[in-house]
């Protein structure tokens, strides 16, 4: 939620202008939680409905305790992700993003040249 209330801070989560949306700054946090090893990388599941069947009802709510230790990993993790984004090469992430078929997308095409703040 921290990252995202940034991106919507400073119009980084902002579709309507060309930017990312909110899906793609969730992708972003989840990619960078599994490279930095703090969740698992997990192989796509797709159950059987049988399997489906079998699961064990999702709780209307559910009680999450944030101590110490969880707040302790939020401002380790938090400047990390800043920087693991900032280092990264923007060019490469605008070519896997698009379509093989319309090829690389520069950030001059995109009109990204600029910082936004």
Known sequence: MLVKSWSKAWAVNDPRRGRLNSYAVTLMVLYFLCERGA?????????????????????????????????????????????????????????MASSPAAGAVTKAAKGWEHYVF
């Open 39 to 95: 969740i698992e990388h997990l192989p796509p599941l797709q159950p059987s409905p049988a399997e489906l069947a079998t699961l064990p009802p999702v709780p209307e709510f559910v009680d999450v305790q944030v101590n110490d230790a969880v707040w302790g990993a939020v401002r380790e993790l938090l400047p990390q992700f800043f920087e693991f984004y900032a280092d990264w090469n923007d060019d490469l992430v605008l070519s």
